[in-house]
């Protein structure tokens, strides 16, 4: 493999000679260049392997997390079990049966790559009382879930198990054991046999219950997987295990998957680093379509061969350990010798050339070794010491003065000429420079003139769209025509609502007037967070019960505490604060409007009148339901002793209500001659916004089918925060807002 590496420097001159010299190198190297260079006294290089690391965003995975979710934008998708916080990933909690995994959504197609993992594994379970452990995947699938650690058992590519729960009693590792798996969809990983069938190459780490995280390393370059850990916190990488051989192709995805099964514990992710290495491929290797290859690797021997005999051990080799270890000792021992005997003949330990730079500028000094000649020393390291020399300082002046046969003074003014023409050099680059600082600045200031217009342009056009959209959502609240009718020129059977608003005069005719009769009711509303219906509602009913000359006051009673919804508490205190001014109530939904004229909301002198009767309640039709809408009398209300408080939650407190009534001795009416049905009323709840709260509390369900001999208006306790006279949707309404109650439990 030929080693390269590129330094660069910033030149000064436009036609001046450069003397390099190269030390603990062996080979001379003697070129004259037409090349830039720049103007650097002294640079020392490293020559490495070439692989110049780049971080990949789209594969990395760090904190804040930002680009982790469903979301159409988003990089990362994440199943089961797995919790994000602002600080870690949690596969899987310490907690029996669990699984999870999250997985980038974008395809890699890095041909050499180095990923980072940095992790952490801890629960409260003691040694081999714990389990299972994290896989780290580059497969072909994403999302599968499976026995192998939380993920598809037979993947396509490569997963890295480290697995913290020996399922081999046979075993003598310990563990925890981090192992490497390359698999092309023929095999499966064997969680009973901790995978030792397929087993690439591992080792043992004590990972779990640190103080300090740990971390991974994941390195792929060149047909070479090589796998290091940092489980002391040191800032140190410690080779596992480092494999040839081996091919993955691209476009797979990456992914990190958990698992607990009886024994359990803590698996978070807190990065994962995804790098490019920069490496330099054959034309065949840069013309193939990797995207095809099949994932293998070239082994010494097949996993298959990994079986245990009965004894419960691997096969031994007809060579044992010592005779091996010395064979593989002497062969390298000859290798060393024979290749320092032709390196020492070919080579010499330091060289020197010269090369003339005839523009300005960024250059760059490649430097390319022959070594490939000798495919060990192929992925070496080979240090490179340059001493630059730049200007008159390259030249040798005692060889000039003898060559030229000049005197001391000749030989310094000879001196000061080159340092002033050097000086001169210097100058017009600056100049150059700040040629190319200023085009360079202008550039860029046009740019951000550009993109802040873009910007404003685009604030502008969705300030515009806001407007119109609020505008319309506004404009669809509204239930009152211009012309007075209340359902806004369709009738009850479509279905529709009115939407124009009246003007302030029109509306003036529609108000409350004592000639419309002596009574007076009031619309009681139990109420927590249901802004939007009400918007709906106030201007609706208003309008509706104007049009039948029906006296009215609207009370919305606002439930504001920590406690769980309260419905019929809320209708007690409704009855409280409704003053001596209404001689009758309306228990009212307020999600339930009446879409029929025919509908009668007068004065319940002869008892109870159910308006929402099972018969013309859109969703609830038993016999005995008595709520939606309820008119009773203020008298008929203090008989029954109002209703029970006992009931928080949704639901319950009108079957109970329904026997206060009949052992009150009341009698219960309901509308008749309607013949609209379930079309009468309009139900305005949305139960996928609005979720209710249907948990049921001790004996709940129970105590509705009896009387609360002592709940009631007898024993009810609030509180009222504040009372505001309300207009909403540009209706005259008087509406009082309780604000808030704290209940009683």
């Not at 981090?178 to 023929?186: D, E, P």
């Not at 990797?290 to 996993?303: G, Y």
Request: one cysteine or more.
């Amino acid at each position: 493999m030929a080693t390269e590496g590129c330094k660069r420097v910033v030149s000064t001159l436009f036609q001046q000679g450069v003397l390099v010299k190269m030390n603990n190198f062996r080979t001379v190297v003697s070129i004259s260049l037409l090349l830039g260079l720049s103007s650097v006294s002294l640079v020392h290089a490293d020559i490495t392997d070439g692989n110049n690391e780049h971080l990949k965003r789209e594969h990395s995975l760090m904190k804040p997390y930002q680009g982790v979710g469903t979301g159409s934008s988003s990089q990362w998708d994440f199943w089961g079990s797995t919790l994000l916080t602002s600080q870690y990933i949690r596969l899987t909690p310490d907690e029996r049966s669990k699984q999870g995994s999250i997985w980038n959504t974008v395809p890699c197609f890095l041909k050499d790559w180095e990923m980072h993992v940095q992790f952490k594994v801890h629960g409260s379970g003691k040694k081999n009382l714990h389990g299972d452990g994290i896989a780290i995947w580059y497969t072909r699938e994403r999302l599968q879930p499976g026995p192998a650690f939380g993920s598809n058992a037979n993947f396509h590519g490569l997963a890295m198990f480290i697995d913290t729960y020996p399922n081999d009693e046979s075993t003598d590792r310990s563990f925890p054991y981090i192992s490497a798996m390359i698999n092309n969809g023929t095999l499966s990983y064997d969680h009973s046999k901790d995978g030792r069938l397929t087993e690439l190459g591992g080792c043992s780490g004590e990972i779990r219950n640190k103080d300090h995280d740990t971390y991974m390393a994941i390195r792929y370059s060149k047909g070479r997987l090589t796998v290091m850990v940092d489980v002391d916190d040191k800032n140190e990488w410690k080779e596992c295990f480092d494999v040839s051989g081996v091919r993955l192709p691209t476009g797979y995805y990456f992914g990190a998957s958990s698992a607990t099964g009886d024994l359990s514990d803590n698996h978070d992710i807190i990065s994962m680093k995804m790098y490019q290495l920069m490496v330099e491929h054959t034309p065949e290797e840069d013309n193939l379509d990797w995207t095809k290859i099949e994932p293998s690797v070239s082994l010494l021997k097949s996993p298959k061969d990994n079986i245990d005999d009965p004894t419960g051990n691997f096969r031994s080799s007809p060579l044992t350990g010592w005779k091996v270890f010395l064979l593989l000792l002497c062969a390298l021992l000859g290798i060393v010798v024979c290749a320092v005997v032709i390196l020492s003949r070919q080579y010499g330990s330091e060289g020197r050339f010269t090369f003339t730079s005839h523009t300005p500028g960024e250059h760059q000094i490649c430097l390319h070794s022959n070594s490939s000649k000798f495919a060990l020393f192929a992925g070496g390291m080979l240090r490179v010491h340059l001493d630059i020399q730049v200007g008159e300082h390259t030249n040798n002046y005692t060889e000039i003065a003898a060559k030229d046969k000049l005197t001391e003074l000749q030989l310094r003014v000879r001196q000061l000429v080159e340092q002033v023409d050097q000086i001169q050099k210097e100058q017009n680059y600056q100049r150059y420079r700040e040629e190319r600082f200023r085009q360079t600045s202008e550039s860029t200031n046009q740019r951000v003139l550009w993109w802040s217009i873009v910007q404003t342009l685009i604030l502008v056009a969705i300030g515009f769209w806001q407007m119109r959209h609020l505008k319309s959502f506004f404009e669809a609240k509204k239930l009152l025509s211009c012309s007075g009718d209340m359902n806004g020129g369709h009738t009850a059977e479509d279905g529709h609502l009115p939407h124009q608003p009246c003007s302030l005069d029109r509306q003036a005719l529609l108000a409350d007037s004592p000639s419309w009769g002596p009574h007076k009711m009031a619309v009681l509303i139990p109420f927590r967070e249901r802004f939007e219906e009400l918007l709906v509602f106030v201007p609706y009913m208003h309008s509706y019960l104007n049009k039948k000359k029906i006296r009215h006051k609207i009370f919305v009673i606002n439930q504001v505490d920590h406690f769980r919804f309260n419905r019929a508490s809320l209708i007690n205190v409704g009855f409280g604060e409704s003053g001596n001014d209404t001689d009758y109530i309306a228990m009212h939904d307020v999600d339930l409007l009446p879409l029929n004229e025919a509908l009668d909301y007068g004065f319940p002198d002869q008892g109870p009148f159910h308006i929402a009767s099972p018969e013309l309640h859109p969703l609830y039709h038993y016999k005995t339901y008595v709520g939606g809408i309820l008119l009773l009398t203020k008298q008929h209300y203090q008989m029954c002793n109002g209703m029970s408080n006992r009931f928080w939650g949704w639901g319950r407190e009108d079957d109970e209500f329904y026997r206060r009534l009949r052992k009150a001795g009341l009698e219960l009416f309901r509308p008749v001659g309607i013949t609209t049905g379930y079309k009468t009323f309009q139900h305005i709840h949305d139960p996928a916004w609005r979720k209710r709260d249907q948990k049921r509390i001790a004996a709940q369900k129970q105590e509705q089918f009896k009387v609360d001999p002592e709940g009631g208006l007898t024993n009810l306790g609030y509180k009222v925060e504040s009372r505001q006279e309300l207009t909403i949707s540009d209706s005259l309404v008087s509406a009082e807002l309780e604000n808030p109650y704290y209940l009683h439990r």
